[in-house]
């Protein structure tokens, strides 16, 4: 699939999917995409998003003690939140490769 830079950065691109930006390949996941029907000044909708990295878990040997031993594959979690009400919008979990 190849999609304009324009259009995708105007808002009539891919929400999701394979996509070309120049040279550069990618496959978008998630976005915050708003339709090109949509006035300007309505195009005000905040998102964040929080990652967290999993790649150490206490595993002690003795109750209150504290051992931080790495995961074989650790992972990523991102977390996309809509930006006024907190609210969680999409979240995805990816593993390292072995």
Same mark, same amino acid.
């Given at each position: 699939m190849?999609? !304009?830079?324009?259009?995708?950065?105007?808002?009539?691109? !891919?929400?999701?999917?394979?996509?070309?930006?120049?040279?550069?390949?990618?496959?978008?996941?998630? !976005?915050?995409?708003?339709?090109?029907?949509?006035?300007?000044?309505?195009?005000?909708?905040?998102t964040?998003?929080?990652?967290?990295?999993?790649?150490?878990?206490?595993?002690?040997?003795?109750?209150?003690?504290?051992?931080?031993?790495?995961?074989p594959?650790?992972?990523?979690?991102?977390?996309?939140?809509?930006?006024?009400?907190?609210?969680?919008l999409?979240a995805? !979990?990816?593993?390292?490769?072995?």
């Amino acid at each position: 699939m190849k999609n !304009s830079d324009a259009d995708f950065i105007f808002g009539s691109g !891919s929400v999701n999917g394979p996509f070309k930006y120049g040279p550069r390949k990618c496959d978008i996941r998630w !976005s915050a995409h708003y339709r090109n029907d949509i006035p300007r000044d309505q195009l005000n909708h905040p998102t964040y998003c929080v990652v967290q990295v999993n790649n150490v878990f206490n595993n002690p040997k003795k109750l209150g003690e504290t051992r931080w031993v790495a995961f074989p594959r650790p992972h990523v979690i991102f977390q996309y939140y809509d930006g006024r009400t907190g609210k969680l919008l999409y979240a995805e !979990s990816i593993q390292a490769k072995r």
